[in-house]
């Protein structure tokens, strides 16, 4: 090894012996690569865009025999998906469509939870963009259908947000009648089935919202005695307003 090595070492030529040719096309490489570096765009984290959550069959088997850890996990999963490596990606850039599949397939690993609904109703349909706001409403309002006693506090959210953030209250009226027909428990507050009453009001349909007190007392839904007296002033002063109005006519 040491013969083969010397041997080598005999045939190494002397720097001096390169060509200035071969110098000069080396510089020329060498600052044409720093030239090249040096007008390139500095490297920027790129936010990925969210998902299609897994099928539903695929998603159960994740579950390991415990939806109800894989729908606190994804939750949470989903809600940090704005803080990617490098880079904070806006709410309002996150499809609203593909994420209400995820809610969905998350609410579906345990009916029960009422965390996905918060989310959706105090966290996503809050966000100030339009489209958004309606699809996650929407979302709420169907998923409301299959659980309203217990799922009308977050229809009851959105309601208030088609009033005040969309400017909506032919939404907001239709989000409350629903509480009022359909969320039948006596642990649903008056407040709650009266929305539609303010809405009513609201929206300069005082003939609706008089009738809508007058069945409502008719029907003996209400028995508590403040509820009623109140329900009483309201009528009245329903009155007084129609009054008025047909005299300013």
């Keep these: ?27 020329l490489c060498l600052g044409l690569q720093l030239l090249f570096h ?3 765009n500095p490297p920027r984290a790129r936010a990925d865009a969210l998902p299609d959550p897994p099928p539903p069959g695929m998603f159960r088997l994740l579950t390991f025999g415990d939806p109800v850890a894989l729908n606190r996990l994804a ?9 990617q490596s490098g880079v904070s ?6 499809d609203p469509h593909r994420l209400t599949r995820w809610l969905a397939a998350i609410i579906d690993l345990d009916p029960r939870s009422q965390y996905p609904l918060m989310a959706a109703s105090r966290f996503y349909a809050d966000i100030a963009c339009e489209e958004t706001q309606r699809v996650l409403s929407h979302f709420v309002y169907e998923q409301f259908f299959l659980d309203p006693n217990r799922r009308w506090p977050w229809l009851g959210h959105v309601a208030i947000i088609a009033k005040h953030r969309l400017h909506d209250l032919p939404l907001a009226l239709n989000y409350a009648r629903a509480i009022r027909q359909h969320a039948s428990s006596t642990s649903v507050p008056a407040w709650a089935r009266q929305m539609e009453l303010t809405f009513l009001e609201d929206m300069g349909e005082l003939e609706q919202a008089r009738l809508f007190i007058g069945g409502l007392l008719a029907s003996h839904l ?13 009528l009245e002063g329903i009155e007084v307003r129609e009054k008025i109005q047909e005299m300013t006519r």
Excluded: C
């Excluded at 403040?226 to 009483?232: P, V």
């Design 222 to 234: 209400v028995n508590d005695p403040q509820e009623i007296h109140f329900l009483n002033q309201r």
């Design 75 to 83: 939750m949470l999963w989903l809600q940090a998906f704005d803080y």
């Design 38 to 40: 040096a007008h390139l």
């Design 1 to 27: 090894m040491a013969t083969v090595l010397a041997s080598m070492a005999g045939r190494d030529r002397p720097w001096s012996h390169v060509p200035r040719w071969v110098w000069g096309l080396a510089l």
């Design 89 to 94: 990606l806006s709410f309002k850039d996150l």
